[in-house]
């Protein structure tokens, strides 16, 4: 048995309402943080999480709603005395920028009191994180803009969505996508849930796709900004009875059994 608990649902739009998008994976012996944006500490705090229960925190993507709450959730566990290791999972080419924000973020290893593995993952390659989590990432379009930009050729622009196998269950989390072509990246899985992001694609995509290209069980719709909860309210009335029972609106706090 396990859960998932949404720490934050919100958008990359700073709110009263939610926090930036990440969510918490607990399995019987593995807690796994997806994303940790600007503001975790406290959006962990506002859900009653234990920093110390984390055992590893899972990157999509560097925008800073995705992963500038790093630095200081660190802190929070030094001050809480974490003595066991904390495991990084992140792209293999985003790995030296993580590693380099938290040490100009004076966190040294030497002084941190527990260890930071980073496990550095690759495209397409299945990892475990536990006894009960299997990861597969893909990269989605979500950077493509800004990596044709000229000058910036030496960055990486790795963005990934992933596909969890939770105790069997199938989970497609999109992750920050580009356009709804990257609904289709694990096509050929069924999923038992999409969690996708609707900040970067039209809710008119996607339901095209749905039941044509994709059948997930159910749709979980997050990275919401204020006001977006009543449109998508609006929108799902609008359905058959049928496809309006597959979705479901996220809200910092939710939580369903895996
Ligand atoms: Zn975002
Ligand atoms: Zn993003």
Known sequence: M?????????????????????????????????DAG????????????????INGILFSHLHPDHY?????????????????????????????????????????????????TYHQFDDDKNFAVGKNIQIRSRQNSHLKN??????????????????FNINGNMIHYTGDIGCADDLLLFKEFDSNYLITEVTHI?????LELIGKEISPGKIILTHLSDGDNMLFEEKIKTL??????????AFDGMTFDI
Do not use: W
């Not at 608990?5 to 593995?30: A, C, E, N, P, W």
């Not at 003595?83 to 985003?94: A, G, P, S, T």
């Not at 910036?152 to 992933?162: G, L, N, R």
């Open 146 to 163: 800004a990596s044709n930009l000229p000058g910036y050729k030496d960055k990486s622009f790795s963005c990934s969505s992933f596909l």
């Open 68 to 116: 500038t709450g790093l630095a200081a959730l660190i802190v929070q566990m030094k001050m809480q005395n974490r003595k066991v290791k904390l495991d990084i999972y992140v792209h293999k080419n985003l790995s030296n920028t993580l590693e380099s924000f938290l040490i100009n973020s004076y966190l040294f290893p030497e002084g941190m009191g527990f260890e930071i």
């Open 240 to 249: 058959s009875m049928e496809l309006s029972e597959k979705f479901i609106i």
């Open 202 to 206: 039209q809710f008119s995509e996607l």
């Open 38 to 53: 600007d503001g975790v500490s406290k959006a962990l705090l506002a859900q009653n999480v234990d920093y110390n229960s």
């Open 2 to 34: 396990g859960n998932i608990k949404f720490i934050g649902t919100g958008s990359g739009k700073t709110s009263l309402k939610r926090f930036h998008s990440s969510f918490l994976i607990s399995t019987v012996d593995y807690n796994l943080l997806v």
